[in-house]
């Protein structure tokens, strides 16, 4: 069993940034690829980013390209998504996710582990 925790979300401006973080616990951290992704009222839960066991290889989506990054850290268990140039269409509850593997997927079904998600809210 893995345990997430997501922290940081808030409520901010258009073009403003955050930082939400993940921590978790349970079973080895580095066996698994990780991912955010975030869900808006009314809408499906949808892939942000995505990072490798490794962090050598990352994933965005289109969305989110050159304004968002995904980063992790193994020896603190935790991963991180950093937002700048945010818009008021960010605004989701965001979820940290865990799969096994070395990969992560940009499909929810992939993900064996979710948080509890973290509100960030973007006003314009």
């Known amino acids: 069993q893995v345990q997430l925790v997501e922290s940081g979300g808030g409520v901010v401006q258009a073009g403003d940034s955050l930082r939400l973080s993940c921590a978790t616990s349970g079973r080895t951290f580095i066996r698994y690829a990780m991912g955010w992704f975030r869900q808006a009222p009314g809408k499906e839960r949808e892939f942000v980013a995505g990072?490798?066991?490794?962090?050598?290889?990352?994933y965005y989506a289109d969305s989110v390209k050159g304004r968002f990054s995904i980063s992790r850290d193994n020896a603190k268990n935790s991963v991180y998504l950093q937002m700048n140039s945010l818009k008021p269409e960010d605004t989701a509850v965001y979820y940290c996710?865990?799969?096994?593997?070395?990969?992560?997927?940009?499909?929810?079904?992939?993900?064996?582990?979710w948080g509890q998600g973290t509100q960030v809210t973007v006003s314009s």
């Open positions: 990072i490798s066991w490794s962090g050598s290889n990352t």
């Open positions: 996710s865990a799969r096994e593997g070395d990969q992560p997927r940009s499909y929810s079904t992939w993900y064996n582990y």
